[in-house]
């Protein structure tokens, strides 16, 4: 499986960005899919997960109301779709992708990795 993702930049407080990435390979089995973030200096953490059997959607409290996680099917294609970015938002995102019934909370359980985009927020 790999996961190409886009849709970094640099943009000002308050704009908006969507990040896609786009799996392709042997995805028949993949059912989670994440989005991560790096910012500089940080460890990497979870931003937003979907589980695609039924949409179900996990979102770490700093972006809940700002971040949609969303899917195209058709497209094997995952969004992040970011509004009121803010500068603390800075990082590299990753997306990954699993296996796995549940919704996959833990990078231990994402078994691929895209390389990073990086979004650049300037107050």
């Known amino acids: 499986v790999q996961l190409q993702a886009s849709g970094g930049g640099l943009v000002q407080a308050g704009e908006s960005l969507r990040l896609s990435c786009t799996a392709s390979?042997?995805?028949?089995?993949?059912?989670?899919m994440g989005w991560y973030r790096q910012p500089p200096g940080k460890q990497r953490d979870l931003v937003a997960a979907?589980?695609?059997?039924?949409?179900?959607?996990y979102y770490t409290d700093s972006v809940k109301g700002r971040f949609t996680i969303s899917r195209d099917n058709a497209k094997n294609t995952v969004y992040l779709q970011m509004n009121s970015l803010r500068s603390e938002d800075t990082a590299v995102y990753y997306c990954?992708?699993?296996?796995?019934?549940?919704?996959?909370?833990?990078?231990?359980?994402?078994?691929?990795w895209g390389q990073g985009t990086l979004v650049t927020v300037s107050s």
């Open positions: 990954a992708a699993g296996a796995g019934a549940v919704l996959i909370t833990s990078p231990r359980f994402y078994d691929y």
């Open positions: 979907i589980r695609y059997t039924d949409g179900t959607t």
């Open positions: 390979g042997s995805i028949a089995n993949i059912n989670n």
